[in-house]
Nanobody
Framework: QVHLVESGGGSVQVGGSLRLACKVS????????MVWFRQGGGNECELVSL???????RYSDSVQGRFTVSRDRAGNTVFLQMDSLKPEDTAVYYC???????????????????WGRGTQVTVSS
């Protein structure tokens, strides 16, 4: 079975930083596409980043220059370093393997690929 577990969320002030981790079991992280989605107050799952098998990452315009993806192949873990956080970054962040490659409603997307349970990030003014 494939299992993904996110961690590292929490509450931080504007301008602060957090580092999220996605521990993957049952599937090598370099054998599939890895995506970070986030869900704010509505029903949308916004694509945050897309990392392909070779390690190349594309970021959404809203996080470009502030967020960085890295991976630890030995630990089979993907990280999302979040710097210069803004209130609009407040959301539940999901790690997804072998799933959707673009955003949409969370309800429509969750049936595809392997999803973690999510981790809450709250940015306060």
């Amino acid at each position: 079975q494939v299992h993904l577990v996110e961690s590292g969320g929490g509450s931080v002030q504007v301008g602060g930083s957090l580092r999220l981790a996605c521990k993957v079991s049952g599937l090598p992280v370099d054998a599939t596409d890895m995506v970070w989605f986030r869900q704010g107050g509505g029903n949308e799952c916004e694509l945050v980043s897309l990392t392909t098998r070779d390690g190349s990452t594309r970021y959404s315009d809203s996080v470009q220059g502030r967020f960085t993806v890295s991976r630890d192949r030995a630990g089979n873990t993907v990280f999302l370093q979040m710097d210069s956080l803004k209130p609009e970054d407040t959301a539940v962040y999901y790690c997804v393997a072998d799933g959707p490659l673009s955003g949409g409603t969370c309800f429509g997307l969750r049936g595809y690929g392997y999803w973690g349970r999510g981790t809450q990030v709250t940015v306060s003014s």
